[in-house]
Each structure stands twice: as structure tokens, then as C-alpha cells.
């Protein structure tokens, strides 16, 4: 399974931003959103079902972010609103065949795609 994001960028704070990761295949992937900042270990953010019917978020970002995935185009997006210096980060999606949620024992990862926070 192949996972690439796209979307980064720089934002203001206050600002939106839409992630996606393109895959090879979805409907079958339980996925997620987790992040890492400079000097600090990867975070989780956001996993999603199969489906798309169930989500679950971590605390720092519950609100202001939603994932969601289209399994017709096999893409998996992260809606990010009121960013904060803090959300700063590299962004990853993972994939796996189970369900980790926030979990990052997820076998399948991309390449991550940065975002700033300014």
C-alpha cells in the first residue's frame, strides 16, 4: 500500500488547511492522521473506519479538525481549522488492514508533508 500526502503549506493562525493522502487502495484501511514536530515524538491525530462512519480524534485537536476519507477516489483528507502555532508539524497518514484509531502501530505510512503555523 502506497500512501502520499499532499496539501501543506504555510497558513496564518486563525487559518484553514485540507490535507490528503492519495492511496493505492482505502476501502479496505482502517487510516490516520498523526504528526511529529521538530524534537518531539509522533503524535496521533485523527483515525477513521473503513467506512468513514466512525471517527476519533485526540484532545489537542477535537473541534477544529476533522478527517474523513473518499473511498471512490481512494483518498483520505484532514480537514484542519483554527490553527494554532502549536498544530506545526510534518504530517503523516497510515493505513492499516486493522483498527489501531490513535494508536500508531499502523503498518503502512507515507512520506508525511509539512505544515506551518504562523
Known amino acids: 500500500v502506497q500512501l502520499v500526502e499532499s496539501g501543506g503549506g504555510s497558513v496564518q493562525i486563525g487559518g484553514s488547511l485540507t490535507l490528503a493522502c492519495s492511496a493505492s487502495a482505502t476501502a479496505l484501511m482502517y487510516m490516520g492522521w498523526f504528526r511529529q514536530a521538530p524534537g518531539k515524538e509522533r503524535e496521533a491525530v485523527a483515525g477513521i473506519s473503513t467506512t468513514g462512519g466512525s471517527a476519533m480524534y485526540s484532545d489537542s485537536v477535537k473541534g477544529r479538525f476533522t478527517i474523513s476519507k473518499d473511498n471512490a477516489k481512494n483518498t483520505l483528507y484532514l480537514q484542519m481549522d483554527s490553527l494554532k502555532p502549536e498544530d506545526t508539524a510534518r504530517y503523516f497518514c497510515?493505513?492499516?488492514?486493522?483498527?489501531?484509531?490513535?494508536?500508531?502501530?499502523?503498518?503502512?505510512w507515507g512520506q508525511g508533508t509539512q505544515v506551518t503555523v504562523s
Open positions: 497510515a493505513a492499516d488492514t486493522l483498527w489501531f484509531g490513535l494508536n500508531p502501530q499502523y503498518r503502512y
